[in-house]
């Protein structure tokens, strides 16, 4: 009997076309972070269990996530999520690091659940902190960085909105009705869910006792934030009082993005100011705001608006050899050409001439050589463009210049 | 009681500075593979852990990976090795795929083992595998990739040298002293461990029952591949008749490549040739050449030789802001500069100038501006360089181009 040659249940085998798309995603996530000057780290995938039970509870780390007892009695965690990570990591070494700290990273997440569409066992995130500044340009940074990255993969404005709330002013709002802690907690709870219930007015009601009116303004903060976005040209941004996200660790404003188009009208990402989080590790307070961008959602969304862009073949220039005793000569060549930056596969099949021409178009190299006793001996070989199927005549020191000058445009 | 900050045992935190590293390994990697023509595929941490069991055994799998059973009944594990993985994934679209198939992976493994130096439970390893070529200029090929590597690590010919050996000339040799199966595997399996042990030769003739002398002469297959390698300027490999390499799935040429170092004489990585794993999957034979490059020694030998370059700064220009609500005109200067390509960090912690000065110089940006009043209006700002402490007043439209050719060099 055979083994199954199936991946693992709800996670993804990535062949070259499709890491690819994995790649351009990641290239894309860090030239654009890097712009902001925001630096790399990163964590291992096995994360002490502790420190995702402390915010999520004991239950939902035991059902939601990957977590075992290793030998040495130790609860281990397949990295759920990157907050409480990068927050353990601060504080770490809280004495030595110089606040503000800007950082990304791309971690690879689990969750342990039934798989569906959008929620795979396994995906990438990009995660942005900013940590260190209490005031709203940190948020501005932040919300800022957030649109930089759509339109990095070529997102228009029109197609996407960027919502904006303040747990502030939830709360102060919740206050000023004159609502206890419990009842406030319920209509958070609720407002969560707002736009999926119809009878949201007769629930909060009923927690308060009365009729329930939610209309709150934007407060200072909100309006200080949105003008400064509008001022760097980020005009597709809403407030929105009825948005609260679920984590339980954001302290101040809240932002989430959407895609605005009809069919598709979906959360993409979101994030926030956690200003508490490192204090479960650390006495000080270290003031931060961040997001997470999962793989999955950004990578449909980009599928959706046709905005994968067309990829390099993995071969510059194919050399096909005439007669196996040239696979040396070709070999000694390629090597002088991948020295001045070409990316070359020398067919060492020993086939036909004719099936090594097919090898080349398969991969859609660009430009493909043969090499043989004539070749060698003039040290002048025909250049093959594949496509025009135009060719020339060039010293084989000439070569690299002229594939690195096409291929590049 | 706050939670420890220590990461889990025997895996790695990696902060800006270490991934530096990191991220210097995997492009060098990748760089050199991709001259190849070779494609980079990847897979999930998670696979089901019968793919490791068919070669490994039951036993070991169970001792020495992270392996457990899901909700579903699914024996997982965290991967400890890629060559199974893509033997599968190759397996799986056997049809579909054209060979020969030049593949790369950059994995993170597990093995669940008392970490020590150099073997932690988590590392990262590069995976290079040329599928569907049985000749022997497949064996040069990934050899000289190998070797190619290193190179691009700067380390010369003298820091290294290639071993190579042949199953097959261990196995012809043995048979040819009418060795039964039995004897031969025991001899096969005490090869493996000549340069450890003193008494080699009691033991081997023990086993073989009269004297026992291992002096077989390279093979015209051996010969072949260190000629060729030869004339692609490749000296620094060695025939190595002992060397065995313990994993049970090759079937012809092994490479081991080690480090010459008196106090460092320690083996950096290998492969060779594994004909067969793919009929794990499979009922039509794939051949295959690869080898795995671990993290964790490599980083060890680039400290040991002093290797690790020095790395750009995370920031090309610093923005210094002269007085709070300037912080908007900041950004916008920075949105501009940062389209143009430049790597910009805006201070927005409305700390006095000298302390803005003071993060610049501790990121190590190579330039400093500062935002005011009189920028905004005269629209000319003073770009000064931290380390030579020359000034130069320029256009705002002219700074991107001016800090680019001094960091580019």
């Excluded at 067309?310 to 194919?318: G, I, K, N, S, T």
Aim: aromatic fraction near 10%; hydrophobic fraction near 40%.
């Amino acid at each position: 009997m055979k083994i199954s040659t199936d991946a693992y249940k709800g996670v993804r085998d990535f062949y070259p076309d499709d890491y690819k798309i994995q790649e351009y995603i990641f290239d894309v996530w860090k030239d654009t972070l890097q712009s902001f000057g925001y630096e790399q780290y990163d964590s291992s995938v096995l994360e002490n269990a502790e420190i995702f039970k402390q915010k999520s509870g004991e239950e939902i780390v035991n059902e939601q996530t990957y977590t075992f007892t290793d030998k040495g009695d130790r609860e281990v965690s397949l990295r759920p999520e990157m907050t409480p990570i990068v927050a353990r990591m601060i504080a770490h070494k809280q004495k030595e690091l110089s606040f503000p700290i800007r950082w990304f990273s791309m971690p690879n997440l689990f969750r342990y659940e039934r798989p569906q569409k959008g929620r795979l066992r396994e995906h990438w995130q990009l995660n942005v902190d900013l940590f260190g500044v209490d005031n709203k340009n940190a948020d501005v940074e932040v919300i800022s960085i957030a649109s930089a990255l759509l339109k990095s993969f070529r997102l228009t404005d029109d197609k996407f909105v960027i919502k904006i709330n303040d747990r502030d002013l939830i709360n102060d709002t919740l206050s000023e009705m004159g609502l206890d802690e419990k009842q406030a907690k319920k209509i958070t709870k609720l407002l969560d869910k707002k736009n999926k219930i119809n009878n949201f007015d007769e629930l909060a009601s009923e927690i308060i006792g009365r009729d329930f009116v939610w209309k709150p303004e934007p407060n200072e903060k909100i309006t200080f934030i949105m003008n400064e976005l509008k001022s760097l040209g980020i005009e597709n941004i809403e407030f929105a009082p009825e948005m609260v996200r679920g984590f339980d660790y954001y302290t101040g404003i809240i932002f989430e993005v959407f895609d605005t188009g009809k069919e598709n009208n979906r959360s993409i990402f979101g994030g926030g100011r956690y200003d508490d989080l490192i204090s479960m590790f650390s006495n000080e307070k270290v003031p931060a705001v961040g997001f997470g961008m999962g793989d999955v959602t950004l990578r449909d969304v980009l599928e959706t608006y046709d905005l994968v862009p067309e990829f390099q073949a993995p071969v510059d220039l194919y050399i096909c050899v005439l007669d196996e005793p040239f696979i040396r000569a070709a070999n000694i060549i390629a090597k002088v050409w991948r020295e001045e930056g070409l990316h070359i596969v020398v067919d060492i099949t020993g086939k036909k001439v004719g099936d090594q021409i097919k090898k080349a178009i398969k991969l859609k190299s660009p430009f493909i050589v043969c090499i043989g006793e004539n070749e060698v001996t003039t040290k002048k070989v025909v250049v093959k463009n594949l496509e025009t199927r135009k060719e020339k005549k060039l010293k084989i020191e000439k070569v690299a210049e002229f594939v690195l000058k096409s291929v590049l445009g």
